[in-house]
Structures are given as structure tokens and as C-alpha cells.
T-cell receptor, first 111, second 116 residues
Framework: DAKTTQPNSMESNEEEPVHLPCNHSTISGTDYIHWYRQLPSQGPEYVIHGLTSNVNNRMASLAIAEDRKSSTLILHRATLRDAAVYYC????????????FGKGTKLSVKP | DTGVSQDPRHKITKRGQNVTFRCDPISEHNRLYWYRQTLGQGPEFLTYFQNEAQLEKSRLLSNRFSAERPKGSFSTLEIQRTEQGDSAMYLC??????????????FGEGSWLTVV
């Protein structure tokens, strides 16, 4: 599976938008971009995923660059509950669900 | 709650003892995964089942580890002769039906193991 690069940490203020970047320059045409997050002392939680087009759901938006070599997870209004480690993961068409997690980005939200 | 359930949530054991963790996936999810996570690291894949068949094992799964899913429903992960390096959170996850790269994987809250 292709690798992703994320900043180790980011800070945000409550109720402000947050843009979490992810680089995946070696992405292949069939790789999906998935985002999971992990709150303290909990298991990872699915956030959003996409292939080529931007995606929106109730939790977040995913903006995918035209060349697909990078993507950005957007939290529109950060809350204290959004403080977590966010993982950007590429999932290939041939994978069997064995996700390869990096270290992710630790997001801190200040009140 | 109909999410992935893991038991026990916390286990402290002495080195050399055996421990077993249980996972109950979301009902009717065919696929079940086990991951391990140490402090400061992302989860690492250990193994997965399609129904009762164990289809892949990571090289991280040493011969002291064994996982089963006898009836294609719940699963157990046993660690024999525990070592301090086994201290970690063991995560179970499940996903429905035929795997596709756009599928979502649902994780449990994990079982913390401390080997003293």
C-alpha cells in the first residue's frame, strides 16, 4: 500500500474550521483515501473516504487534489470532542481491509 | 449498543501467564480483524477472518498468539506465555460482506493488556 505523510500535530480553536493535510504522492488509480480518528482511550472511528471527487458527510468534508497526490480533511467547526489523532490511510483495491495506519496527526482543540 | 464489543477492557497479568480476549463483531458482519496498538503508535494489523476462516496473518502474530472464530460470529485472541513486550491495546474490528476498498471498518474500544 502507498504511504501517506501527515503533520505530527496541529492546534485549533473551538468553533473554528480545521484543515488537516495529507500527502500521498505515490497513490495509485484504485486507491481510496480513508480518514479515521481515534479519541483518547478509544478505538479508531471512521470519518470519511473518497476516491476522486470531494466528499461531504455529517462529520467532515474531504477535499482531494486534482492529481490525487494530496487531500485535506476539513472539520467545519471544531469542538472539544474533535480532539483526537486523525489518520489518513490509502486503501487499495486489492487490500482485504488490513488498514496500514501511520502515526497520524494529533489535533488539539483549545476552548 | 450494537457496535463491536470487546472483553475484558483491561487486563493486568504476570509475565508468563496466558490471556484471552473476546470480540463480538457487529451482527452479520462477515469480516473480523484484530489489530495491536502500542503507546504513541497507530494500530498494526494482526490477522483477519472471513466468516470462520482465518485468511491472513501478519508476521507480528508470533506463534504465542492464536486467534479463532469458531462459528463465524465472535472471535478470541489468546496470547500464551505473555511477555512485557505484549503490553498493548488489542483492537477488534469488523466489516460487512464482500470486501471493497470503499468499505468502512468498525472498531471496538479495545482491550488493554499490561504484562508485569
Amino acid at each position: 500500500d502507498a504511504k501517506t505523510t501527515q503533520p505530527n500535530s496541529m492546534e485549533s480553536n473551538e468553533e473554528e474550521p480545521v484543515h488537516l493535510p495529507c500527502n500521498h504522492s505515490t497513490i495509485s488509480g484504485t486507491d481510496y483515501i480513508h480518514w479515521y480518528r481515534q479519541l483518547p482511550s478509544q478505538g479508531p472511528e471512521y470519518v470519511i473516504h473518497g476516491l476522486t471527487s470531494n466528499v461531504n458527510n455529517r462529520m467532515a468534508s474531504l477535499a482531494i487534489a486534482e492529481d490525487r497526490k494530496s487531500s485535506t480533511l476539513i472539520l467545519h467547526r471544531a469542538t472539544l470532542r474533535d480532539a483526537a489523532v486523525y489518520y489518513c490511510i490509502l486503501v487499495s483495491g486489492g487490500s482485504q481491509g488490513n488498514l496500514i495506519f501511520g502515526k497520524g496527526t494529533k489535533l488539539s482543540v483549545k476552548p | 449498543d450494537t457496535g463491536v464489543s470487546q472483553d475484558p477492557r483491561h487486563k493486568i497479568t504476570k509475565r508468563g501467564q496466558n490471556v484471552t480476549f473476546r470480540c463480538d463483531p457487529i451482527s452479520e458482519h462477515n469480516r473480523l480483524y484484530w489489530y495491536r496498538q502500542t503507546l504513541g503508535q497507530g494500530p498494526e494489523f494482526l490477522t483477519y477472518f472471513q466468516n470462520e476462516a482465518q485468511l491472513e496473518k501478519s508476521r507480528l502474530l508470533s506463534n504465542r498468539f492464536s486467534a479463532e472464530r469458531p462459528k463465524g460470529s465472535f472471535s478470541t485472541l489468546e496470547i500464551q506465555r505473555t511477555e512485557q513486550g505484549d503490553s498493548a491495546m488489542y483492537l477488534c474490528a469488523s466489516s460487512p460482506g464482500f470486501w471493497a476498498a470503499g468499505n468502512t471498518i468498525y472498531f471496538g474500544e479495545g482491550s488493554w493488556l499490561t504484562v508485569v
